[in-house]
């Protein structure tokens, strides 16, 4: 059984462009969420879709959005980027029912020069 | 919502040692997991473990949830468990998915 899939695995990009990463989740699994890892704030939650619909959202601003597919493929995208968005990007997938284990990807590290 | 505090911060063991990390977090939690990651970043998954205790070879944990604490032990460390270790839970309501404590920096010498 294949894991959660994140693509790209590095990113560099430049200040005010923006980016978009990817996340398949496990077969089966319907819920992906999305966090973000910094030194300063440790991991962070970004938000979560199950069934194509964002479920719960962190506090994040508006620049962070994302979206999910129907085959449950997630998608993150990064407006206006900041050197402050420089992160590891973490996505989780799990069944989607409350209290279940979620499993992560390799994750997308984002650099902003 | 819930707070996870992990303790300590940091720990230097020498191969062979035995070693405790604390999660304490600061309401009911009907979920607990325990991750280690690894130096290229990946969350591997060590256990779910709302409650009870579990084992899986040199790593064992235990959550006593009426006391909102939970425990990860491992046992003749290998330089190979060094990393960041992190417990998190959901929040009641469901409306984060997991909360993540701050992580313990585990750092085994040969």
């Known amino acids: 059984k294949a894991g959660v899939t994140q693509t790209p695995r590095y990113l560099i990009k430049t200040r005010g462009q923006q980016v978009t990463l990817s996340c398949s989740p496990i077969?089966?699994?319907?819920?992906v969420s999305w966090y973000q890892q910094t030194p300063g704030q440790g991991l962070q939650f970004l938000f979560e879709?199950?069934?194509?619909?964002?479920?719960n959202k962190g506090n994040f601003p508006g620049r962070f959005s994302g979206r999910q597919f129907s085959n449950s493929r997630s998608e993150m995208n990064v407006s206006t980027l900041e050197l402050g968005d420089s992160a590891l990007y973490l996505c989780?997938?799990?069944?989607?029912?409350?209290?279940?284990?979620?499993?992560f990807g390799q994750g997308t590290r984002l650099t902003v020069v | 919502g819930i707070q996870v505090e992990q303790s300590p911060p940091d720990l230097i063991l020498q191969e062979g040692a035995n070693s405790t990390l604390r999660c304490n977090f600061s309401?009911?939690?009907?979920?607990l997991q325990w991750f280690h990651q690894n130096p290229w970043g990946q969350l591997i998954n060590l256990f779910y473990?709302?409650?009870g205790t579990k084992q899986n070879g040199r790593l064992s944990a235990t959550t006593v949830a009426t006391e909102r604490y939970s425990l990860l032990y491992i046992s003749s460390s290998q330089t190979t468990d060094s990393g960041v270790y992190f417990c998190?839970?959901?929040?009641?309501?469901?409306?984060?998915?997991?909360?993540f404590g701050k992580g313990t920096r585990l750092s085994v010498i040969a």
């Open positions: 989780a997938s799990s069944s989607g029912t409350l209290n279940t284990e979620a499993f």
């Open positions: 077969s089966g699994h319907r819920s």
């Open positions: 879709y199950f069934s194509e619909t964002q479920r």
């Open positions: 309401d009911s939690v009907n979920n």
């Open positions: 473990i709302p409650s």
């Open positions: 998190a839970a959901p929040t009641l309501s469901g409306n984060t998915p997991l909360v």
